[in-house]
């Protein structure tokens, strides 16, 4: 039984962390890709840049002295959701919205948003400098223990305050944007220019607004997802880079374009990186003494070693871009 | 046309000379060196994206392989290694491997017996699981035991140009493959895949230990031409020895430049540059004409990767040193991207031009930042508000921020490069 806690804490609590962060990540590069059709490399880089807009309002409340139940970084989340989201409209009308109008390809969008990356980059370690840092060097990270009451169980489910919040919040962020896409009215003006953009401009769907509202859950969204990835782990300049093609992965592999499929792709992305390196010998034990003589249980039998988890993603990847090139769900193409 | 050209190029020589004067003759000779380099890899990147509109994101991929082949070939032989039980268990594991592959293409054929839709996929699926567990089997203890007895397998102590050759040739390969799976894909898609491909080839060179040595590193790699050593063995100072070394090295870097800048040039203007700039404008109308639109661009795919193993490897064998961990996708992909964008697509002369001045630029950057930081810094004190802290730190991240603000100017200013494509009409 308690191998089978170990699982519980090793995997599905760690997929399900990890699942939540790539699919806010993957549900903003798809509504862009869906609304603007470019694959917005920077998305990675908004994350980190609204991470640290978090960590400094965490810093000036602390240097207040407002100390509350919950995590600063929780606290001021909104706040620096409001000044990503602000950020990431300028951004569009600084570099993205001249491109545009001048009629330029999808790929050169891309390019240009290759430019954003380093510049946002550059700017956060100018101005932060390369050190890891850490929301919790002034108050402690909760950890929270479940005990269960089974005979011979003397392993708990453990997760840590933060791991809570950020699924909880995952989910109302979900719920929410279901219902804003399903219920207002412009939500299906962002759907429908999803599928059609003429059509939406014909029909007197106002497309700059439709466009702004993208960049604003996009950015808002990036900010939840850094500023929560730095709370579980820390807080780097390069943070959200390294993840951002895992995300990219599981906005692909949904179908690009489609929220419910980035949600969708990056729980499956989560979990498939977690049970991949997850060491399997440790649930066999347990049946030690069922299994046949010959049967050497080894010490490590996981799918592929802890280096390679990062492939786990590209591989699935590679393999749904070549069975299904749309995605699970039929995506969007540029 | 002929009057931006020579500005550019001459600019540039005037850029280098002050460059020269500033820094000094050893600095500019290694910087040299390395701007050519990238030169080449631009100009394999050109070949892609700008003959072919091949989006490839998986540079890094492509200079990894070709700095491990060059030390690979040109490495001295591990004598532990040829000694141990080494070689016999990497022929089993290569064993294995085949009848994993001979597995894997039986399963695909399964159709011949009447398994047809889901029951083939399934067995298809089963077959690569099967392969894999039968490679690893005969892989890990065979890594194990290299590791343990003779660290790793070391070179095979051939001369370094080969190193370069074997690098291109290496990296063709790798390309076919990347290609094969890749190159269906719609231009998002392909940017995408191939960037996937090569952080696993990154995450594959970091870890095989066995085979390269992996974030222990590998140094000192030989060079091709006599190295500094050489030189003050018969008598030079060491600052003499490092120019007059690094100049040879130059030499023939230049060499290599140009013969593959005269080749890519002379293909450029001929029937086949014309075909394959017909099948980046319209691959449609291109198929129509009977051309063999899938196999051109995997050809093109594999040029352009030659190109860029060739250029890793010399990158790799001027350092001296091979670290896998050594290789981000900002310097060893983006930077790349940014020397095209800004030195023109589908200009050859505009990708060398764009190769070697971001390169300075980009190198420049660093000690730029930190006088203009040193002097800000000095400002602040005097007004009394302290000194910038971590200047050293701060000012190598300038050139990010410098080298992004470059490609969105260019975009937003000149899309098409300061030496744009030459479309020649005969009406």
Known sequence: ?334 | MTQRYLVAFGGLFVLIIGVGMLMGAPFTVRLMVEAFAFALIAMGLNIQWGFGGLFNFGILGMLMVGGFAVTFISYPINPDFWGSGGPAMLGRTLIAAAIGAVLIVMAHRVQRLGITGKWRATVIVIAWFVAYIIFRSQMDPAARLIISEAGWVGGLGLPVVLGWAFGGVLAAIVAFFVGKVSLGLRTDYLAIATIGIAEILRAVIKNVEWLTRGTLTVSPIPWPVPDPLAFQAMGATPVESFIYARAGYLALVVAVVALALWLIHRAYMGPWGRMMRAIRDNHIAAGSMGKDVKGRQLEIFVFGSVLMGIGGAILVSFVQIFDPSSYQPIHHTFLIWVMLIVGGSGNNFGALFGGLFIYIIWILSEPLAQALFMVTSGFSEDMGWGAIPDIEARSVQMRVFVLGLVISIALRFAPRGLLPEVIKRHD
Not at chain 1, 13 to 42: P, Q
Not at chain 1, 107 to 127: D, E, K, N, P, W
Not at chain 1, 284 to 304: A, K, M, N, T
């Open chain 1, 1 to 334: 039984m308690n191998d089978f806690i170990f699982f519980f804490n090793q995997v599905i609590i760690g997929g399900a962390v990890l699942g939540s962060i790539y699919a806010l990540g993957a549900i903003g590069v798809t509504l862009i890709f869906g609304i603007l059709r470019f694959a917005h490399f920077a998305h990675g880089d908004m994350m980190t840049m609204g991470a640290f807009f978090a960590f400094v309002l965490a810093g000036l409340f602390a240097g207040m002295g407002i100390v509350t139940p919950v995590p600063t970084g929780f606290l001021v989340l909104p706040i620096a959701m409001v000044i990503a989201a602000a950020a990431a409209v300028g951004i569009d009308k600084g570099f993205y919205a001249p491109l545009r109008a001048r009629g330029a390809r999808p790929v050169t969008l891309l390019i240009a948003s290759i430019g954003v990356t380093m510049m946002i980059q550059g700017l956060i370690r100018l101005f932060f400098g390369v050190e890891t840092r850490t929301f919790f060097a002034t108050e402690p990270k909760g950890l929270i223990r479940i005990e269960l009451p089974f005979e011979g169980v003397t392993r708990p489910i453990s997760f840590t305050e933060p791991q809570v919040y950020l699924i909880v919040l995952t989910l109302i962020a979900v719920v929410a944007l279901h219902v804003f896409l399903t219920r207002s009215r412009l939500g299906k003006g962002m759907r429908a220019m999803a599928d059609n953009p003429d059509l939406a401009q014909v029909s007197g769907i106002n497309t700059r607004l439709v466009v702004r509202v993208t960049w604003i859950i996009a950015g808002g969204l990036a900010c939840m997802a850094g500023t929560m990835l730095a709370l579980d782990v820390t807080l780097k300049p390069d943070l959200a880079f390294n993840i951002i093609l895992p995300i990219f992965a599981a906005a692909i592999v949904g179908g690009l374009g489609q929220a419910y499929g980035a949600i969708a792709g990056g729980f499956l992305i989560g979990f498939a990186e977690t049970l991949a390196v997850f060491n399997w010998s440790v649930l066999l034990r347990p049946f030690r003494d069922s299994l046949p003589e010959w049967f050497e249980i080894p010490g490590s039998l996981s799918l592929v070693q802890s280096e390679y988890k990062l492939t786990v993603a590209f591989i699935i990847l590679v393999v749904v871009l070549l069975v299904r090139p749309t995605g699970i769900f039929k995506g969007a193409s540029t």
